[in-house]
Nanobody, 125 residues
Framework: QVQLVESGGGLVQAGGSLRLSCAAS????????MGWFRQAPGKERDFVAT????????YYVDSVKGRFTVSRDNANNTVYLQMNSLKPEDTAVYYC??????????????????WGQGTQVTVSS
């Protein structure tokens, strides 16, 4: 089992920044690719970004490229999502997830084995 706990969400004005953290416990963190997803009210859970086991590779959905950066600290079992130039359309509950692969994770939620409880990000215009 891997337990994931997100933090760092909140209310921010458009153009502002937030950094989300996801602390992992349980099995060896570095065995897992990590992903970030988001879900707005009434919508499906959408892929945001993924990072491989070492942090050497990352992949983003087009709508966040150049604004969001995913990183990880395997020594502290934590993955981060730095979000800059936030837009109202980024408003959602953000989830981190762990996938039992050392390569990049999938953009499909079903490929992930463990999920956090989510953290709310609200961007005001």
């Amino acid at each position: 089992q891997v337990q994931l706990v997100e933090s760092g969400g909140g209310l921010v004005q458009a153009g502002g920044s937030l950094r989300l953290s996801c602390a992992a416990s349980g099995r060896t963190f570095s065995n897992y690719a990590m992903g970030w997803f988001r879900q707005a009210p009434g919508k499906e859970r959408d892929f945001v970004a993924t990072i491989n086991w070492s942090g050497g590779s990352a992949y983003y959905v087009d709508s966040v490229k150049g604004r969001f950066t995913v990183s990880r600290d395997n020594a502290n079992n934590t993955v981060y999502l730095q979000m800059n130039s936030l837009k109202p359309e980024d408003t959602a509950v953000y989830y981190c997830a762990a996938s039992n692969t050392r390569s990049l994770g999938s953009n499909w939620p079903g490929a992930y084995d463990y999920w956090g409880q989510g953290t709310q990000v609200t961007v005001s215009s």
